[in-house]
T-cell receptor, first 112, second 114 residues
């Protein structure tokens, strides 16, 4: 059973900022919040990961409140190539043995 | 990020034959590898988790005699679909982790059983 919930789909126009929110109601103390992007017929690609507060890299920002029950992936100025499915996951940081399970993901459609 | 290479990317096989899919971690040692199956317009479904040198742990409903997983080294895991049937046609994806908190994914294998 997936540990996270997120909207099934979102639409956005090119050039806009997109925020995708995920609920982590069952997150464990050692879990890291991790987001992946998947294009059709490809494996998921790591986007960003965080434990709490804000993390930013060259492609996205991740906002995590103090209670860690939610997270928001922020994609600045999306382009058509950002059309994909985005998954939020809780991944255990205490060792590599814990399994990694996916929820349904959010299908982002970027409109010209 | 770390690279996970999966081979082949596409395979077509006849019903009743077996197919082997390889998953390699190229620049790190994968303590744990995961195998997933993904049907069209659906999410990834975890099939099994394997740790190097030990037997794989299968998820409920996944037949271990049909989907043979071998994790013989810290950089290689294989999934063999035995006696494949058309309903086994799917997109199979492997993932690898070291002891850290990231999981890295292969590019996937599209299996078509005819």
């Amino acid at each position: 059973l997936a540990k996270t919930t997120q909207p099934i789909s979102m639409d956005s126009y090119e050039g806009q900022e997109v925020n995708i929110t995920c609920s982590h109601n069952n997150i464990a103390t050692n879990d890291y919040i991790t987001w992946y992007q998947q294009f059709p017929s490809q494996g998921p690609r790591f986007i960003i990961q965080g434990y709490k507060t804000k993390v930013t890299n060259e492609v996205a920002s991740l906002f995590i409140p103090a209670d860690r029950k939610s997270s928001t992936l922020s994609l600045p100025r999306v382009s058509l190539s950002d059309t994909a499915v985005y998954y939020c996951l809780d991944i255990g940081g205490s060792g590599g043995y814990q399994k990694v399970t996916f929820g349904i993901g959010t299908k982002l459609q970027v409109i010209p | 990020g770390a690279v996970v290479s999966q081979h082949p990317s596409r395979v077509i096989c006849k019903s009743g034959t077996s197919v082997k899919i390889e998953c390699r971690s190229l620049d790190f040692q994968a303590t744990t590898m995961f195998w997933y199956r993904q049907f069209p317009k659906q999410s990834l479904m975890l099939m099994a988790t394997s740790n190097e040198g030990s037997k794989a742990t299968y998820e409920q409903g996944v037949e271990k005699d049909k989907f043979l997983i071998n994790h013989a080294s810290l950089t290689l895991s294989t999934l063999t679909v035995t006696s494949a049937h058309p309903e086994d046609s799917s997109f199979y994806i492997c993932s690898a982790r070291d002891r850290g908190s990231e999981a890295f994914f292969g590019q996937g294998t599209r299996l078509t059983v005819v």
